[in-house]
């Protein structure tokens, strides 16, 4: 089983839409849930980190953790054709001396269209 | 707003050759990460250093991967004999020299190595 698992799409939403983006993960040492967001030939942009089960919201976005079912939500309401990017979820334990090394998903792709 | 900034964003460079990459972290940054994106697959982590020395590697990273901090402001990377299989999308990151808690990394632009 690998340790984070993410539909890599592509996914394609009319503008205005609510979109919905998942992991799963198997290691329960995970602490820190983070999702990115990369446009092509860019590096990955943090978007939302969580930390322990629940809710945080952000503007559009909202990101949800369910440690006991190990599953991870991003939701953009009112997508628009700005939010058209790779969305990447990401986890970390906490290294020794307090570096974090992140696990990736692969990436959904998203496309909003007009 | 602060950038990592790596350079050259592309470079082409024959199998058996070595290859430098370069990146430029933010300057109050004291944690340093490489990470690689082969094409269509998941961003993977290489390779982490703290306070000039490794702290964490993968099993990617092997005896033909190095880093250095040679001068206080660069963060490089080296792979001594490239093989066609380390073509990739190759990201620096740093963070913030803040332990505890979760600190998120700001990424570089990427240098995409391919190996011919």
């Not at chain 2, 050259?8 to 340093?32: A, K």
Request: hydrophobic share 30%; proline share 5%; charged share 20%.
């Amino acid at each position: 089983q690998k340790e984070v698992e993410q539909d890599p799409g592509p996914l394609s939403v009319p503008e205005g839409a609510i979109v919905s983006l998942n992991c799963t993960y198997s290691n329960s040492a995970f602490q820190y849930f983070m999702w990115y967001r990369q446009y092509s030939r860019k590096g990955p942009e943090l978007l939302m980190y969580t930390y322990s089960s629940g809710n945080k919201e952000d503007g559009r976005f909202t990101a949800q953790v369910d440690k006991s079912s190990k599953y991870i939500s991003l939701f953009i309401r009112d997508s628009q054709p700005s939010d058209s990017a790779t969305y990447l979820c990401a986890m970390s334990v906490i290294l020794t001396g307090g570096g974090n090394k992140l696990t990736f998903g692969t990436g959904t792709q998203l496309k909003v269209e007009l | 707003e602060p950038e990592v900034t790596q350079t050259p964003s592309h470079q082409v460079t024959q199998m058996g050759q070595e290859v430098i990459l370069r990146c430029v972290p933010i300057s109050n940054h004291l944690y340093f990460y490489w990470y690689r994106q082969i094409l269509g697959q998941k961003v993977e982590f290489l390779v982490s250093f703290y306070n000039n020395e490794i702290s964490e590697k993968s099993e990617i990273f092997d005896d033909q991967f190095s880093v250095e901090r040679p001068d206080g402001s660069n963060f490089t990377l080296k792979i001594r004999s490239t093989k066609l299989e380390d073509s990739a999308m190759y990201f620096c990151a740093s963070r913030p020299p803040r332990t505890g808690g979760f600190y998120g990394y700001t990424f570089g632009s990427g240098t995409r190595l391919t190996v011919v």
